[in-house]
């Protein structure tokens, strides 16, 4: 080869490899964008709620013992002891944190007796762990035997203030054996007022012109048992309200009985099998619910229970503020993110990932919920999402492999992505929406028609939101 | 779009090869409406990537008749028994991927199809396979040409409309072509829609590449459909039962028995069902329902009797539909005449 066709064909290749090198995820966007503030301004609070909002945060704080403090009801099992270790990224009410905080559980005597699961690891996602099907008595998954309760991962046998408790942790070796243990990572709850405060009818309009796409998506909702409405909150918006969010979690995650599960949780192969033992019962000496309205023990009627304090909490947190995007250290152009937000739209994302899926009601709680326009990024229809993501685990009429649109606002802030956080990377959640069975799979053929360029695009500005 | 398409299409009629790479193909497998977990004897691990726990689902009253979604993509050819569609498709394209199950509203993807894995990308194409019951649809249209027009009139304020919806030829049978893209997006969509057994059947063909688009539509002429079939008309008749919309209601119903359920839901139950000569229904087809549902509506059901359906004098079989449970939020009325038979 003479040298100037040789020099020739270097250029070509290294117009080549330019051209295609690869789009890159700009990452977990560090710069402060005021994400946690109240969406009340307290210059229009004519109810007074920026005080609740305080109380609440307060108290998302709160670190529970199982007795003898002023916070008590922990356990007997747990999956953390406090609802802002878990709700924590970028601010509290946030998804989890960069260093998770379960891992430290042991180590600093919330469990002392305890073994760390082999899934908890220092630098991981927080985990929330449920089995699908119950184990049969040779460590089988029994397909005909649906599970799906979440598996707290600790105990507080061992404590100085649990008494004679003594429980073991479920079998994870044997679950994961049998590949029948999944994860979900905690949802972030900014903006949740506004998302509860939207009217049934507002989504079902959406959800009827939804249906005029050519992409094959047609979602459906999850709805209340008790009356027929549509829930909303969870990974299978499976909760119907703040309330309700609050309650189950406070009971699921922390162990703490309240008004709305007013009994301590066994695993569900315990309830199965002799419940909880005795002495581990009560252990906070109280009676149930641990959690009461009139927490301080007072003559005050009006003094709210934990439960409505973090519901109070959650309805009031702004939604996450959007921002400027930062890739390799050099801010990425306005014009990057316009192009990405249209071709959001244009290849179909926004299909369920609704921009904004309407505006809510009038609030008797605050000016700043009524009549707002919640650019949440979601439908919140459940949708199948194929073999890739399912879980099989089932929660009111959502089946093993439906979830609801996770709502987008915040994700420039979100370490650990999809339900289970199986990725940190932007790139590696998208194509994960394609499988058999996805409604999602035609909008992933779309993304993958895109250029290299077009689809950094997409990213700047999905980690702009 | 190039204005000499239409004319092309017109005039067109045998196959025209698709000039993409060659690869071999791939088979998607078939798509099964059963829950198959219900008899499956313990195993030791949970398989991976395999929907054991289901939601609302399809099934049927017996595995026999035809159904919609059960549509494969085998050596190379899509084939849906129940719409009586044949192609071979482009050569080496594949299914990689099955579609969702068909939904409340009657939407069902039937297929997925584009070049295999090595030859995705900007240059690539894709088509989708798609049907809506039009017996469900919440959409004010009647017919494949009504929901081609409605969409094109609620595209998003992203999309240009190359091409208003038309009639067009397609294997010698009239379609509703509509072509819209995305300036930000480059890529183009071409919608073809047909009418067959009361179902708007859509080839959503996507590409940047205009040219390739046109290549593909032309290799649409390879298709075999049914005779009846038309982008206004196609009500079944001939080797299937005439489809009907509304054939359930009081007049012609003489026996009837309501579901009891045993647990109390809240979703569209929507239910094809097709009614023998002497006015018993011989099969129940579940777009969309829990399998407590689907018992409790079969066992209903299966007490009802029809005056027959009379077809030029004759007893004739008749498919038609109800729906059960929740109704779903219907956006406008629809278009006057527009009644589907």
């Known amino acids: 080869m003479s040298k100037s066709r040789f020099a020739s064909l270097s250029l070509a290749v290294l117009f080549v490899a330019g051209a295609v090198s690869a789009q890159t995820d700009p990452g977990v966007q560090s710069a402060s964008r005021g994400t946690g503030a109240t969406i009340i301004d307290p210059s229009n609070d004519p109810n007074g709620f920026t005080a609740f909002f305080n109380d609440g945060l307060n108290r998302f704080q709160e670190v529970e013992t199982v007795s003898n403090s002023a916070n008590t009801g922990l356990g007997p099992r747990f999956n953390s002891n406090q609802c802002s270790s878990c709700h924590a990224q970028p601010a509290v009410g946030g998804s989890g944190a960069a260093v998770n905080p379960q891992f430290l559980l042991i180590s600093s005597g919330v469990a002392p007796s305890d073994t760390m699961p082999s899934f908890i690891t220092a630098n991981g996602p927080t985990l929330e762990a449920r089995a699908p099907f119950f184990l049969n008595s040779s460590g089988a998954a029994n397909t005909k035997a649906p599970n799906g309760g979440v598996e707290d991962l600790f105990t507080v046998t061992g404590r100085s203030d649990a008494g004679s408790c003594s429980l073991a942790q479920p079998n994870f070796n044997a679950y994961l054996a049998a590949n029948d243990l999944i994860f979900r990572i905690p949802t972030p709850v900014f903006g949740a007022g506004l998302i509860e405060n939207l009217d049934d009818s507002t989504l079902l309009a959406n959800q009827a012109t939804n249906l005029t796409n050519t992409l094959g998506i047609a979602g459906t909702f999850n709805r209340s048992g008790n009356d027929g409405t549509i829930t909303r909150f969870g990974w299978k918006a499976q909760n119907k309200s703040l309330h309700i969010f609050a309650g189950e979690a406070y009971n699921v995650e922390m162990g703490v009985s309240n008004e709305l599960f007013p009994q301590d949780r066994p695993l569900p192969e315990e309830e199965q099998a002799a419940g909880l033992p005795s002495n581990c019962l009560n252990l906070t000496g109280t009676g149930y619910p641990e959690d009461t ?51 959001f739209s244009s290849i179909g994302c926004a299909t369920c990932h609704n921009p904004s899926p309407g505006m809510t009601q009038v609030s008797n709680f605050a000016p700043a919920l009524s009549n707002v326009q919640v650019n949440a990024f979601s439908d919140l229809e459940i949708h199948n999402m194929g073999t890739r993501l399912a879980d099989n685990v089932s929660q009111g009429s959502a089946g093993g492999d439906q979830f609801r649109t996770a709502p987008l606002w915040g994700l420039g802030q979100r370490i650990f992505l999809l339900h ?14 394609k499988s058999s069975k996805s409604e999602a799979t035609t909008v992933i053929n779309n993304f993958n028609k895109l250029t290299t360029a077009q689809q950094q695009d997409l990213l700047d500005f999905l980690r702009s939101l | 779009m190039n204005p000499r398409l239409p004319y092309c299409l017109l005039l067109v009629v045998l196959s025209a090869s698709v000039a993409e790479s060659q690869a071999p193909s791939l088979d998607s497998g078939s798509k099964t409406s059963v829950d198959s977990s219900v008899n499956r004897p313990s195993i030791t691990k949970v398989p991976a990537e395999t929907i054991l726990v289901k939601g609302a689902w399809s099934s049927a009253s017996d595995s026999v008749t035809a159904v919609p979604e059960a549509a494969t993509v085998a050596q190379n050819v899509f084939s849906d028994p129940y719409f009586g569609i044949s192609y071979t498709l482009p050569q080496d394209w594949t299914q990689k991927y099955e579609g969702p199950p068909s939904s409340e509203s009657g939407r069902y993807v039937l297929a997925q199809i584009g070049p295999p894995k090595t030859r995705e990308g900007p240059t690539s194409a894709s088509m989708l396979i798609t049907a809506q019951d039009m017996f469900f649809t919440p959409l004010p249209a009647a017919n494949a040409l009504e929901l081609t027009e409605y969409i094109k009139d609620h595209l998003q304020a992203d999309y240009k409309v190359e091409a208003p919806p038309r009639l067009i030829k397609i294997a010698d049978r009239s379609f509703s072509f509509f072509a819209y893209w995305s300036p930000v997006a480059e890529l183009h969509w071409y919608v073809l829609a047909v009418q067959i057994r009361c179902h708007t059947v859509q080839f959503v063909l996507t590409s940047r590449d205009t040219k390739l688009l046109e290549r593909l539509m032309l290799d649409l002429n390879k298709m075999k459909l049914p005779a009846e079939v038309s982008a206004t008309t196609g009500d079944g008749g001939g080797p299937v039962a005439v489809c009907t919309k509304d054939y359930a209601r009081d007049e012609n119903v003489i026996a009837r028995v309501d579901p009891v359920f045993t647990e109390h839901r809240f979703n569209p139950v929507p239910v094809r069902i097709i009614i023998d000569k002497q006015g018993k229904i011989k099969h129940i ?13 079969s066992d209903a059901l299966e007490q009802w009797k029809f005056k027959p359906y009379v077809s030029d004098g004759k007893p004739a079989e008749v498919e038609t539909g109800i729906l059960f449970g929740r109704a779903p939020h219907i956006t406008a009325p629809h278009a006057a005449g527009s009644a589907v038979h």
């Open chain 2, 285 to 297: 087809h579940f777009i969309s329902a829990f399998p407590d549902q689907a018992k409790a509506i």
């Open chain 1, 420 to 433: 289970d956080g199986r990725t940190t990377d932007l790139y590696t959640a998208i194509e994960d929406h």
């Open chain 1, 293 to 343: 309205s009139n927490p301080t023990q007072t003559t005050n009627a009006a003094v709210l229970d934990d439960v409505s304090a973090f519901a109070n909490f959650m309805r009031f947190l702004a939604p996450p503020p959007t921002s400027s995007v930062v890739l390799n250290g050099s801010q990425v152009p306005a014009s990057s993110i316009a192009t990405g937000s249209a071709l």
